[in-house]
């Protein structure tokens, strides 16, 4: 709440900056954005099983660029498509696997298609809400040279995710085609996390993720 409050306070601001334009978003439009965002993992880890019950892992935020295309079913109703992919790290939060620190490092690809409610789609200020559903690829996983070191060749794998997505943000015109955007959403995602050494050893630890991912940047319609 108290980041969408920010949001929404720096939305005013700027808005009350700009001249009146024409409404930016009606039926039949397709919007295209570009955006910086942060994503954060809101993580909570299983055990390292079978061999270090009790020991968890954390997963470290990352930065990338994204982009989504909103196609306007109505003026008021909008589905959009989002696309962008990250890496983040897995360390040891304490014990045995926490002495290693950085376990594994993977990229993370999690398209969203969210069914979007647009509130004012004629208003200088135009927030919207939306809710959807979720595919997460892990792609490119690696052990790290901390956990080889350690322990020997580890091979790693993470299994995909499916999951649902809230969302919340708002458009501030910049001139007829052009707009800013100031975006917040909640992905739900869920992985399993398996380590296998050169010695047949494995290991699991279950994890979810359930990022939220803050985003700024800038829109045309089309």
Known sequence: ?????????????LATALPAVPAMAKQGDVLV???AINVMPNESSGSVLPGFPGEEVGVDNSP??????????TDNIGFELIAATTKHSASGVSGTTGSIGRLASTWVLPPTLTAQYHFAPEGAIRPYVGAGINYTIFWNEDATDELETAVGTTLVRMSDSFGWALQAGVDIPINERMFLNLDVKYIDINTTATLTTTAARTQ???IDLDPLVVGIGIGMKF
């Not at 994204?66 to 079913?73: K, P, R, V």
Request: overall charge neutral.
């Open 1 to 13: 709440m108290r980041i969408m409050t920010g949001i929404l306070a720096a939305a005013t601001v």
């Open 33 to 35: 954005r570009v955006r």
């Open 204 to 206: 699991t630890v279950d």
């Open 64 to 73: 990338a660029p994204e982009i989504d295309i909103t196609y306007m079913a």
